[in-house]
């Protein structure tokens, strides 16, 4: 049974030299995929920090991100909450 044993051995081995060799690869792989998701990232955030509209409502500034939105005379709207879009389209 000793020689089982060293064939479960050796393939095991293989199996994670294959490994290392596969993450060296992926790895060497990574860096491009990195480099070009980056300026996505910061891309998004410069838009996030850069873009801030004020809430007609009640004149907090929100992210245009994140904030309620609605076209209103060719202007697009900016509301902190669905309150404001509430009370905007009640008096408009
Ligand atoms: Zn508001």
Same mark, same amino acid.
């Given at each position: 049974?000793?020689?089982?044993i060293?064939?479960?051995?050796?393939?095991?081995?293989?199996m994670?030299?294959?490994?290392i060799?596969?993450?060296?690869?992926?790895?060497?792989?990574?860096?491009?995929?990195?480099?070009?998701?980056n300026p996505f990232?910061? =891309?998004?955030?410069?838009?996030?920090?850069?873009k801030?509209e004020?809430d007609?409502?009640c004149g907090?500034y929100v992210d245009?991100?994140?904030?309620?939105?609605?076209?209103?005379?060719?202007?697009?709207?900016?509301?902190?909450s669905s309150?404001?879009? =509430?009370?905007?389209?009640?008096?408009?």
């Open positions: 049974m000793k020689w089982l060293q064939i479960l051995f050796l393939v095991s081995l293989f994670f030299v294959r490994g060799l596969r993450t060296l690869f992926a790895s060497k792989k990574a860096p491009s995929n990195f480099k070009s998701s990232y910061s =891309e998004q955030s410069k838009v996030k920090q850069g801030m004020k007609p409502v907090t245009v991100d994140t904030a309620l939105q609605k076209s209103f005379s060719g202007k697009t709207l900016y509301f902190c309150d404001c879009l =509430e009370k905007f389209k009640a008096s408009h």
